[in-house]
Each structure stands twice: as C-alpha cells, then as structure tokens.
C-alpha cells in the first residue's frame, strides 16, 4: 500500500482526494505544502498530492510557486468535490466567529456575508475543527464532514459553499514518471524575454501544431519585478514526437523552461 504525504491534519479534503485517487493508501499529515513535497522528495512517502487550483477561488499560488523549485514529477491529477459543513458545539444563530482555511472562508464567503460572521484564517480546514473544539460555542469552523466525525464537533449546517458545484483539483507528485496513456496531459513552466511577440510566438506553436492548452497560469518571479513565470497545462504526453517538437520550438522562446510532468488527464 502506497504513502502519500498531504498538508493539513487528518480529515482535511487532501487526504480524502489521495484516498480517492489511489483507493488503497495511508497518508501522512504534515504542516505545509513544501514539507508534504519534501516528504516525496527524500522518501518518506512514495507520493505528494498538492491542491491546485479550486473551481471557485482559482489558482492556489503557494502551489503553483513551489511546482517550479521541486524535482520532483507531476503524475496524476484528480478533481474532488469540495463538500463544507459549518461545524461547532453551539447554534448557527450563536455563532459569530469562523475559523478556517482562507481558500475555505473565500469560498464560503456569501454564507459569512449573510449572518454576519467574523472570519478567523487557519493553516488547513480540519485543523480548524481542532481548534474550535476548545473555545465558546459562538466559534465554528468550515471543514468536512469527515473531519466533524474525526474530532467529535457536530455538523450545524452542510453544504454551506456559494455554489453546490465546488470542485479542487490536485496534482500527484512522485520521484517518478508516468508512461503515456493515450490519453495524457502534460504541465510546464517557462519564462520569456521582454520584447514584442514572445508569449504570441509560443501560443502560437501550440496552435499551429493543433495542441489543445487547457490552462494558462502567470505568476511573479519573485526575483525581478514585474517579471513572470507562465504555468502551461496541455493535452498531450511529452514522449509523442509531435509534443516534443513543439517544446524543442518554444524553449527557442524562452529564458527558462521547465516540464512539470505528462500524466494521464482525469476524467
């Protein structure tokens, strides 16, 4: 049975999505995304599973910015339903104050505007129920169902989400690579010159070679200002003769550029 590393405490929605990918699993909680990617990393879990992007709050940028220093390789995606439940010891009418994830608070956040409720951001949703266990009844958390039951605090109300239809999708990281499937998807990251044309010239390589992008992602260097990494998901295995001409193409574009990984695309 594998390991795979996650962040957060038990009962967080990381876990359940590792647990739905790989059916059979044990799972080790750690404090941060980076130490979940260094547990893979130095072996003490075969697997990572990082949350990357939420259907409702977009991107997850912590995530995004550690995909580009890890070694390790992207190979697996899943995308998990996103279930809320207002947890705690007292009433929804008592309660004015929620503690949880900020990714959480955002995503719940016509339900707090509503009642009127004081937000309290924590470094992962099932460990706001741990934390709330301990105070007044007018505290709550938005975590899982499974994390109510795992920490005994009972469920005042479910599904408390802006929209039903709430979905994160996770990225599997492992020292190894996936084999192409047929139908495959593959993640990079480059980085450009600062002259006309250059993001044009590699959207267009993806175009003109009939590569279908289903994602576009820029984010900060952190190094110079203003300059930016762009994170590209594509269909497509970085084997096939077509993909790989087409990197040969762009990396002629670019200052740097990174494959992330090709990995069977989820349905």
């Given amino acids: 049975m594998v390991l795979v590393s996650f962040q957060g405490e038990r009962g967080a929605y990381s876990e359940a999505a590792a647990e739905k990918f790989f059916e059979k699993c044990t799972t080790l909680p750690?404090?941060?995304?980076?130490?979940?990617?260094?547990?893979?990393?130095?072996?003490?879990?075969?697997?990572?599973?990082?949350?990357?992007e939420n259907s409702l709050e977009g991107s997850i940028g912590a995530s995004y910015d550690l995909l580009h220093h890890t070694m390790l390789r992207v190979t697996g995606e899943i995308y998990h339903r996103i279930e809320h439940c207002l947890i705690g010891s007292g009433s929804l009418e008592n309660t004015d104050t929620i503690y949880s994830h900020p990714?959480?608070?955002?995503?719940?956040?016509?339900?707090?505007e509503q009642h009127n409720m004081k937000t309290i951001p924590t470094y992962d949703t099932a460990g706001s129920v741990k934390i709330v266990?301990?105070?007044?009844?007018?505290?709550?958390s938005i975590a899982s169902q499974k994390a109510s039951a795992i920490y005994g605090v009972p469920i005042i109300t479910r599904n408390i989400?802006?929209?039903?239809?709430?979905?994160?999708?996770?990225l599997i990281l492992a020292q190894s690579e996936s084999s192409s499937t047929g139908s495959d998807k593959t993640s990079i990251i480059f980085s450009i010159r600062h002259e006309p044309g250059s993001l044009y010239r590699i959207l267009a390589a993806f175009n003109e070679s009939g590569i279908n992008l289903t994602k576009i992602e820029s984010r900060p260097t952190k190094t110079n200002a203003w300059e930016y990494n762009f994170y590209v998901d594509f269909e497509g295995h970085k084997d096939d003769p077509q993909i790989q001409k087409v990197l040969e193409q762009i990396e002629r574009e670019t200052t740097f550029i990174k494959v992330l990984g090709s990995y069977p695309a989820a349905g």
């Fill in 103 to 112: 990714q959480a608070l955002g995503q719940c956040r016509k339900f707090i």
């Fill in 30 to 52: 750690l404090g941060t995304f980076a130490d979940a990617l260094d547990a893979a990393a130095d072996g003490r879990a075969e697997y990572a599973i990082l949350p990357v």
């Fill in 133 to 140: 266990k301990g105070l007044d009844n007018n505290c709550a």
């Fill in 161 to 170: 989400a802006d929209n039903p239809n709430n979905h994160t999708r996770f």
